[in-house]
C-alpha cells in the first residue's frame, strides 16, 4: 500500500523484489480513479515485467466514494 504522490522514490524495486523472492501466483492492483493511483499501478505492472516471471495479474479500480468502478 502507498501512495506516489506523497510517498518517496519508486515502488518498481521494491515490487520487483518481493516478486522474484516469493512464490507470488497472482498479483491484483488495486488503485483509486485518481491520476496519481496510476504511478502505483504502473510500478506494479514494471515489477511484474522486470522480475522474469510470468503472473497473471488484474486492476482493480475503485471510485473516491469506495465502490467498485472497474474490474480488469
Not at 483509486?32 to 522474469?52: D, F, H, T, W
Request: proline content about 4%; some cysteine.
Amino acid at each position: 500500500m502507498g501512495c506516489p504522490k506523497l510517498d518517496e522514490g519508486d515502488y518498481t524495486e521494491k515490487l520487483t523484489k518481493i516478486i522474484q523472492n516469493n512464490d507470488i501466483r497472482s498479483v491484483t492492483i488495486v488503485r483509486m480513479e485518481v491520476p496519481c493511483c496510476g504511478g502505483l499501478q504502473r510500478a506494479a505492472q514494471n515489477a511484474l515485467k522486470a522480475s522474469g516471471k510470468f503472473i497473471p495479474w488484474q486492476v482493480v479500480t475503485i471510485s473516491t466514494e469506495g465502490s467498485i468502478l472497474e474490474n480488469a
